[in-house]
């Protein structure tokens, strides 16, 4: 059984006991996330695709830990003007684990 959610602006697919890096949320580790944005679930039979949404689906998860990705560096550069920009960003995450999917 997988299920293809939404979060953060992202789409993701998931099955349950998969770990997945999410755009970060207000949740401390250990606490339980209930994911309303599901955009299709699939068992073995059946394929359940929402408009745009499955109604009474969700997705239980288990935030493993917070964080933040590794650094990108961004460098702005034009030839022969002496111009150079140089800056990093490091986008924080949320790690979950999906235990269960409903729906």
Request: hydrophobic share 35%; aromatic share 6%; charged share 30%.
């Amino acid at each position: 059984m997988y299920a293809i959610i939404q979060t953060g602006g992202k789409q993701y697919k998931v099955t349950e006991g998969s770990v997945l890096k999410i755009e970060k949320m207000n949740a401390e580790p250990g606490d339980r996330l209930t994911l309303d944005q599901v955009l299709m679930v699939s068992d073995d039979n059946e394929v359940r695709i929402g408009n745009p949404l499955v109604a009474n689906a969700q997705v239980i998860a288990t935030v493993l830990e917070q964080g933040r990705d590794k650094k990108v560096v961004v460098f702005k550069y034009k030839r022969r003007k002496n111009y150079r920009r140089k800056q990093g960003h490091r986008q924080p995450y949320t790690k979950i684990k999906v235990e269960k999917i409903e729906g």
